[in-house]
């Protein structure tokens, strides 16, 4: 039997032992927390990069990555009760593609194209006969958007036979309130109306001119359209690739799928910090420069196409988005969203355009029943033998347009946007997908 010294003495022998094996499993513990730390580090730096394919690694944790978004709690979504209309719209909405049975799936690298239109069916016309012409245009799933209902806008787009394609309508267009918010409400200030003196609502802009539904149309479309294309519809919700935006005024060539897959495998390796591809130069008015090289310059409004990545810094920005003084989406971006980035904002394109801008009338011009914009853009666009096949080579060095001619951080707007139910529209479009709008329970 041992003593009560040698007991002791073999605990104490214990725990010297014990503490020279817990040393080395210490550090091996701390090493392995500063490895998983620096690969977090090294994730999120991945996941934000503009060029990145996708929000972390595939699988659940990808889908959780695309589902983070930021949100104001002070803010309550809201949304206009909707008319019969409206809500027979959403309805079909719901609806699924047509022309699967024709085109059953869809390959791997194929890009969603989401074509938003108002009501010009002369232009649409030729924007849907040029798509009828686009190499590879069978393999892409094609969105049409619409801002508000019209006939004849429908039928062409019912006519639609040569891929995929799915019709949703913007609800809360105001074009579908002819008596009520977002439309024309009984009461509003009109033009440069005083409130205080005519005894009328609203907000008036910078300038002191109150809201036109025709005018914030432009705005409320293009934002809830990125947010359901994005975040809302079956289709494209958990879409990883590419979506190109093309309007119902540009003409698209022959080559600009092709052209648009190439610049999408392209824009990781050569212009990692380039945010989105374009099928056109940001001037509208340039046919491209002819040069042996790529172009990264500032981000353009015609064919342009980016991933989820990009769209979620975007969202991040809802609310400077839908708070600036601005009715035009693109000029918001280029003047208050894209300058909150931190850095100049790049998109990749060719030395050739693969899209053009044609037409006169504005998306929303001549729509009333005394001025309706009669031009068709007939022979507006001129294609040649080398826009009718792919022309941009995957060894062309990348030249880079620093100066960024037009609309910068600091302009002031052109005003249109200054009543706070539209910004509280705007901004519940950001929300209507992640937060339950309490007037609807």
Same mark, same amino acid.
């Not at 003196?197 to 005018?215: A, L, T, V, W």
């Not at 050739?352 to 001549?366: D, I, N, Y």
């Given at each position: 039997?041992?003593?009560?010294?040698?007991?002791?003495?073999?605990?104490?022998?214990?725990?010297?032992?014990? !503490?020279? =094996?817990?040393?080395?499993?210490?550090?091996?513990?701390?090493?392995?927390?500063?490895?998983?730390?620096?690969? +977090?580090?090294?994730?999120?730096?991945?996941? &934000?990069?503009?060029?990145?394919?996708? $929000?972390?690694?595939?699988?659940?944790? #990808?889908?959780?990555?695309?589902?983070?978004?930021? +949100?104001?709690?002070?803010?309550?979504?809201?949304?206009?009760?909707?008319?019969? +209309?409206?809500?027979?719209?959403? %309805?079909?909405?719901?609806?699924?593609? =047509?022309?699967?049975?024709? &085109?059953?799936?869809?390959?791997?690298?194929?890009?969603?194209?989401?074509?938003?239109?108002?009501?010009?069916?002369?232009?649409?016309?030729?924007?849907?006969?040029?798509?009828?012409?686009?190499?590879?245009?069978?393999?892409?799933?094609?969105?049409?958007?619409?801002?508000?209902?019209?006939?004849?806008?429908?039928?062409?787009?019912?006519?639609?036979?040569?891929?995929?394609?799915k019709q949703v309508f913007a609800p809360y267009s105001p074009h579908l309130f002819p008596d009520s918010f977002?439309?024309?409400?009984?009461?509003?200030?009109?033009?440069?109306?005083?409130?205080?003196?005519?005894?009328?609502?609203?907000?008036?802009?910078?300038?002191?001119?109150?809201?036109?539904?025709?005018?914030?149309?432009?705005?409320?479309?293009?934002?809830?359209?990125?947010?359901?294309?994005? @975040?809302?519809?079956?289709?494209?919700?958990? &879409?990883?690739? #590419?979506?190109?935006?093309?309007?119902?005024?540009?003409?698209?060539?022959?080559?600009?799928?092709?052209?648009?897959?190439?610049?999408?495998?392209?824009?990781?390796?050569?212009?990692?910090?380039?945010?989105?591809?374009?099928?056109?130069?940001?001037?509208?008015?340039?046919?491209?420069?002819?040069?042996?090289?790529?172009?990264?310059?500032?981000?353009?409004?015609?064919?342009?196409?980016?991933?989820?990545?990009?769209? !979620?810094?975007?969202?991040?920005?809802?609310?400077?988005?839908?708070?600036?003084?601005?009715?035009?989406? @693109?000029?918001?971006?280029?003047?208050?969203?894209?300058?909150?980035?931190?850095?100049?904002?790049?998109?990749? =394109?060719?030395? =050739?355009?693969?899209?053009?801008?044609?037409?006169?009338?504005?998306?929303?011009?001549? %729509?009333?029943?005394?001025?309706?914009?009669?031009?068709?853009?007939?022979?507006?666009?001129?294609?040649?033998?080398?826009?009718?096949?792919?022309?941009?080579?995957?060894?062309?060095?990348?030249?880079?347009?620093?100066?960024?001619?037009?609309?910068?951080?600091?302009?002031?707007?052109?005003?249109?946007?200054?009543?706070?139910?539209?910004?509280?529209?705007?901004?519940? $479009?950001?929300?209507?997908?992640?937060?339950?709008?309490?007037?609807?329970?």
């Amino acid at each position: 039997m041992p003593t009560a010294g040698t007991s002791s003495s073999s605990s104490h022998h214990h725990r010297s032992r014990l !503490r020279s =094996r817990a040393a080395p499993l210490l550090l091996a513990v701390i090493f392995a927390v500063l490895v998983i730390t620096e690969l +977090l580090r090294t994730s999120a730096r991945r996941d &934000f990069s503009p060029s990145a394919g996708r $929000f972390g690694p595939a699988g659940a944790n #990808h889908s959780v990555a695309q589902r983070k978004i930021l +949100l104001d709690p002070s803010f309550t979504p809201r949304l206009p009760r909707q008319s019969p +209309l409206s809500l027979s719209l959403s %309805q079909r909405n719901a609806l699924p593609p =047509r022309n699967t049975g024709r &085109f059953p799936s869809l390959p791997d690298g194929h890009l969603v194209i989401v074509l938003y239109v108002h009501n010009r069916p002369r232009y649409l016309r030729l924007v849907v006969d040029s798509l009828s012409r686009v190499e590879g245009i069978g393999e892409a799933l094609l969105v049409v958007s619409h801002d508000g209902y019209f006939p004849e806008m429908d039928k062409i787009v019912q006519g639609i036979d040569f891929c995929q394609v799915k019709q949703v309508f913007a609800p809360y267009s105001p074009h579908l309130f002819p008596d009520s918010f977002p439309g024309v409400t009984s009461g509003d200030c009109q033009n440069k109306d005083n409130a205080a003196e005519k005894k009328c609502q609203g907000d008036p802009d910078q300038y002191g001119n109150h809201r036109s539904p025709r005018i914030v149309s432009l705005k409320h479309h293009w934002w809830w359209m990125m947010n359901t294309v994005w @975040d809302g519809l079956e289709e494209t919700r958990d &879409f990883d690739g #590419h979506i190109l935006f093309i309007e119902e005024d540009h003409y698209i060539f022959p080559n600009a799928y092709r052209n648009a897959q190439m610049l999408v495998d392209l824009k990781p390796k050569k212009c990692p910090q380039c945010y989105a591809i374009n099928l056109a130069p940001s001037d509208v008015k340039l046919k491209g420069e002819g040069w042996p090289s790529l172009v990264a310059e500032k981000m353009g409004n015609i064919g342009y196409a980016f991933n989820r990545t990009v769209w !979620r810094k975007i969202h991040t920005k809802a609310k400077q988005f839908c708070a600036f003084d601005e009715y035009n989406w @693109d000029i918001t971006m280029w003047a208050t969203v894209y300058p909150s980035f931190g850095a100049p904002v790049y998109s990749l =394109r060719g030395p =050739r355009r693969s899209a053009a801008h044609f037409g006169k009338c504005g998306l929303h011009q001549g %729509q009333g029943s005394s001025n309706v914009c009669v031009d068709n853009g007939a022979a507006a666009v001129e294609v040649e033998d080398i826009d009718k096949v792919p022309n941009i080579k995957a060894n062309w060095p990348v030249h880079i347009i620093r100066k960024q001619e037009g609309y910068q951080a600091g302009f002031k707007g052109w005003g249109g946007w200054g009543d706070r139910r539209d910004r509280d529209l705007c901004l519940s $479009f950001a929300y209507m997908y992640h937060v339950k709008d309490p007037s609807s329970a």
